[in-house]
């Protein structure tokens, strides 16, 4: 029950806000690693999966909000490897009319069709979920399980994100990721080449993603934060993000998701439009999935009557 060793393709990025910059861009197609199992959501449940085998548990269970790519990915890694999974979603509010909320979830649908069992939980329950009072609650209710906490990320996933760079991938100069719970720039930065220099840029607002990273990384002074692009926090966006988004798309027929990648390829053009970047640097941007937030996120600008991403 292990995930296949893979390295994703690399493609070049020309796109016309840059074309005249002295620095090149290269973007790591992660999202094409599996199609459901997307990005770095394939690293992170790949020695999960493994230790999860190893410790003979047949029963899967994490967290997750009602969009999380995370939980598409857990159900759809269940599903194939025929292992019961249990989403904790937040939002207890979402069992009042479930079969509405399938119909009108794409990520929950996803899941229940994948054969995860979900589990609604209060908001304010849910921010205990680390405890163990509530673990013991959950294991009190669902009986033995493996535990993957929250967007995946533990030693086993940062192992996994670790294998996200190659050998070849030694030629670029700055590796760029985007940053959630912290597993996969945590796994880049265990990997990097004495060289190289890793940004990350949070989708989410706050300072306590450098503790976090902390907690997993081996070297200290080879990356940094940039908080600039998060746009309001976790999936909040704007219309000049959708507007770049479906513009970089058309121009370079690659997709982006508005919660991750998409504020992450934003603030990599404007830092080489800004001359951030000296000349001459080879950048590496990660794209790391999470393509399947878009319709879900598409459902809420049409309620909103406002752009949508193509």
Known sequence: MRLENKNSRIQQIHFSEIEN?????????????????????????????????????????????????????????????????????RGDELANNLDEILQNNPTLKFASEHNMQLEFVSRSDYRNKTTPEFIAGLKEKFGDFYLVPE??????????????????????????????????????????????????????????????????????????????????????????????????????????????????MFGIVDLIKRDFFKNGTKILAIHTGGLQGIEGMNLLLRKKNSLQIV
């Open 21 to 89: 910059r002295e620095v090149s861009l290269f973007i790591k197609r992660e999202d094409e690693l599996h199609p459901f199992i997307s990005g770095n959501k394939y690293r992170k449940l790949k020695y999960n999966l493994a230790e999860a085998a190893k410790q003979q548990k047949s029963t899967l269970l994490t967290f997750g909000g009602a969009y999380s790519n995370h939980i598409a990915a857990t159900a759809a890694a269940g599903f194939s490897y025929n292992i019961k999974t249990i989403g904790i979603i």
């Open 151 to 264: 967007g995946g990320t533990n030693n086993f996933a940062v192992k996994g994100c670790e294998e996200i760079l190659s050998e070849e991938d030694a030629k670029y100069d700055v590796i760029c990721c985007s940053v959630g719970t912290g597993g996969t720039i945590s796994g880049i930065i265990n990997s990097l080449k004495n060289h190289q220099q890793t940004i990350g840029f949070p989708a989410l607002k706050g300072d306590f993603l450098q503790h976090e990273i902390n907690k997993y990384i081996l070297k200290k002074d080879n990356w940094s934060l940039n908080s600039n692009y998060h746009f309001g926090g976790y999936a909040k966006v704007s219309e000049e993000l959708i507007i770049f988004i479906n513009k970089f798309k058309s121009e370079t027929k690659i997709p982006l998701d508005p919660v991750y990648t998409g504020k992450m």
